[in-house]
Nanobody, 121 residues
């Protein structure tokens, strides 16, 4: 139904910024809420942020609130996660997902394969 591909990950110093992108296939992008999750080595996958299908309603994990911004561009079939003031504890593989708005993985039937974000101190 939909395929997702993340990009924009990399190595950044603490305090720096990165913008992750999630490109979705097809014209059905706008019918799904979009979410970002992350998974650090040896840890479970955690919710980061989500945005509803209109782009109006957003939700953030407490750990990233005030530092990260989620957005979407329907014309480009792309969702974004703008990350500022990055910390070493933000280091993880970041995944985008399409589906519901809830802060848990079970609400999202479609997933990208992830992009690595590494924050050095």
């Amino acid at each position: 139904q939909v395929q997702l591909v993340e990009s924009g990950g990399g190595l950044v110093q603490a305090g720096g910024s990165l913008r992750l992108s999630c490109a979705a296939s097809g014209r059905t992008f706008v019918v799904y809420a979009m979410g970002w999750f992350r998974q650090a080595p040896g840890k479970e996958r955690d919710f980061v942020s989500s945005v509803d299908r209109s782009g109006s309603l957003t939700n953030y994990a407490d750990s990233v609130k005030g530092r990260f911004t989620i957005s979407r561009d329907a014309a480009k079939n792309t969702a974004y996660l703008q990350m500022h003031s990055l910390k070493p504890e933000d280091t993880a593989v970041y995944y985008c997902a399409a589906g519901g708005l809830a802060p848990n993985a079970s609400a999202y039937p479609y997933w990208g394969r992830g992009t690595q974000v590494t924050v050095s101190s």
